[in-house]
């Protein structure tokens, strides 16, 4: 009923940029004329819609955030013009992922998904920044979409459901880690502690949940590793204003670091809600 209101005011809305609709539970977008409503609309935020092979006119949207039910809707926004940054989320019941052809995009620099089942179709070689939420990365898979693209990723976003292996990303200056698994937790922080992983690493941001104080002393050795390399910040993301956290890795030799040039924030008040955001 909405999107059909908005039908109505075609044309009449010159200098509305944004569009955010949230129906609460995934709806199917039935109609592609609503985004005709606005000649200067530059994002689009769908957020549980679903695009059903009824692909919208993106000729100027810079900005896109909706679920896809079928690889033709990501051939075709992949054809925006303007497209730089997009959030994909795959509804996995119904979604058929099979592409004889590898879609390019040389225009997109932020680019999030749940599901590596899209980054299987794509080559993205101006992406800089790359998030997975909520699904299991298969390394593989996030090694050929990066070596099919030849990207310089700057930025990678993960929650540790995904197992990410980080040597098939030299060029990752500042990941950010989502701690939710202990055994793959530890995994990333083993590989971190090897001067080959991520060479130019520079800033290290992870969420920081209650159970993260078992972590603690490993994080600390990776900070001392990197040290030895180059100068690198660390990021906390805290969910309330606990500082047992804090307490525990200073005493473990954060303070010590940071002395000779380890520059740690915090930040409090971090949500979930925050890292699912598909805005960057």
């Known amino acids: ?120 179709t794509l080559a993205l070689p101006t992406l800089q920044e790359l998030r997975i939420i909520g699904c299991k990365a298969d390394s593989g898979e996030l090694t050929a979409f990066l070596l099919r693209s030849a990207c310089n990723l700057q930025s990678f976003v993960t929650d540790t459901s995904s197992g990410i292996h980080l040597d098939g990303l030299s060029s990752l200056e500042k990941p950010t880690v989502h701690v939710n698994r202990e055994n793959i937790v530890f995994s990333l922080f083993h590989q971190l502690l090897s001067p080959r992983i991520l060479p130019g690493l520079r800033e290290l941001a992870i969420t920081v949940l209650p159970n993260f104080v078992m972590y603690v002393k490993t994080l600390v050795d990776v900070l001392r590793k990197r040290m030895e390399r180059q100068a690198i910040s660390l990021r906390l993301l805290c969910a309330d204003h606990d500082n047992r956290i804090i307490k525990h890795l200073k005493q473990c030799g954060l303070d010590l670091l940071e002395s000779e040039g380890v520059r740690v924030d915090v930040e409090y008040s971090f949500s979930d809600s925050q890292l699912d955001s598909p805005w960057f």
């Open 1 to 120: 009923m909405l999107l059909q209101q908005l039908s109505v005011i075609s044309g009449k809305l010159p200098l509305l940029e944004e569009v955010c609709i949230d129906v609460g539970s995934k709806g199917l977008l039935c109609s592609t004329d609503t985004f005709a409503v606005a000649s200067s609309l530059r994002r689009v935020d769908l957020h549980h819609f679903m695009l059903f092979q009824m692909p919208i006119d993106g000729q100027r949207l810079m900005h896109l955030s909706a679920t896809v039910t079928h690889i033709s809707d990501v051939e075709h926004i992949m054809s925006f013009p303007s497209i730089v940054e997009c959030h994909l989320s795959m509804y996995k019941p119904i979604f058929q992922s099979f592409s004889p052809i590898c879609i390019t995009n040389e225009r997109i620099i932020r680019f999030s998904t749940n599901s590596t089942q899209i980054l299987d």
